[in-house]
């Protein structure tokens, strides 16, 4: 398996613009986590999913982020308008069973808002 | 939401020490918990969950859970500079992390 992807690796982006971040979770994992690290905050948890539908999202920090799994295999999280202050890295996570925390980590998506 | 306090660090020892990790947690129903690693610039990676009293090892690595005190840690035996890298806890049932603790261990 080629474990869990995430595109675009880096963006740049001007204040005010939509950034969408994708995922791709391990085939088979029905968990779908979304997480944001910043040296400030650490590393936080956003939304996650079970089964595609939204369980906790509790951490999404404000109306600007939205997040969406149309199917087991795609996933989105989405800013817009973005600020400066969403400058983050943006981690996407999978597994199998929710609660056992054995998480499998994408590589991350490196949000830079100017 | 179950919480764990970490101490953020940062942690230096040099190379051959003892490293010791510490996570406390407040509930005190929690049963398992977890500890990755991540290397500057890259993702979390699980290294070990214990879930019972006592210890746990793994080759240089043993996990200690200490369930009356409410914390479990993390001992790096014969430090290495690889192991030089933020150690996050978290316990089961709750997808949230500690702080972190970087360590740094100098050749």
């Known amino acids: 398996d080629a474990g869990v992807i995430q595109s675009p690796r880096h963006e740049v982006t001007e204040m005010g613009q939509e950034v969408t971040l994708r995922c791709k979770p391990i085939s088979g994992h029905d968990y779908l986590f979304w997480y944001r690290q910043t040296m400030m905050r650490g590393l936080e948890l956003l939304i996650y999913f079970n089964n595609n539908v939204p369980i906790d999202d509790s951490g999404m920090p404000e109306d600007r982020f939205s997040a969406k799994m149309p199917n087991a295999s795609f996933s989105t999280l989405k800013i817009q308008p973005s600020e400066p202050r969403d400058s983050a890295v943006y981690f996407c996570a999978s597994s199998q069973r929710g609660g056992a925390n054995v998480l499998t980590f994408g590589a991350g998506s490196r949000l830079t808002v100017l | 939401q179950k919480e764990v306090e970490q101490n953020s660090g940062p942690l230096s020892v040099p190379e051959g020490a003892i490293a010791s990790l510490n996570c406390t947690y407040s509930?005190?129903?929690?049963?398992?918990f977890f500890w990755y690693r991540q290397y500057s610039g890259k993702s979390p990676e699980l290294i070990m969950f214990i879930y019972s009293n006592g210890d746990k090892e793994d080759g240089r690595f043993t996990a200690q859970l200490n369930k009356a005190s409410q914390y479990v840690s993390l001992l790096i035996r014969d430090s290495q500079p690889s192991d030089s890298a933020t150690y996050l806890c978290?316990?089961?049932?709750?997808?949230?992390f500690g702080a972190g603790t970087r360590l740094t261990v100098k050749p």
């Open positions: 978290a316990v089961k049932g709750d997808m949230r």
């Open positions: 509930d005190r129903g929690s049963q398992s």
